[in-house]
């Protein structure tokens, strides 16, 4: 995960902040390495979505901030 961060100070009443993150993720298990997941055990079928088979997932989150900060 990586992330950055500004805020500036308009007046002594005004403040605006920017943020921007990106995570960036992938998660690979071979077969039969999980049995919460792709295991070959016979007694376990109903907890065992992907038996047997190779399991590749991933995940990219990219995020901007905005706020505008007003003292009344």
């Not at 943020?19 to 071979?30: D, E, G, Q, R």
């Not at 049995?35 to 088979?53: E, K, R, S, V």
Request: aromatic share 12%; net charge neutral; proline share 3%.
């Amino acid at each position: 995960m990586w992330g950055l961060g500004a805020g500036i100070t308009v007046d002594k009443n005004t403040e605006i902040d920017l943020a921007w993150s990106m995570l960036h993720t992938k998660f690979t298990a071979p077969a039969n390495t999980s049995c919460n997941m792709n295991c070959t055990d016979l007694f376990n079928m109903i907890y065992n979505p992907y038996a047997g088979l190779d399991v590749t997932a991933g995940m990219k989150l990219d995020y901007v901030g905005f706020s505008i900060r007003k003292k009344f």
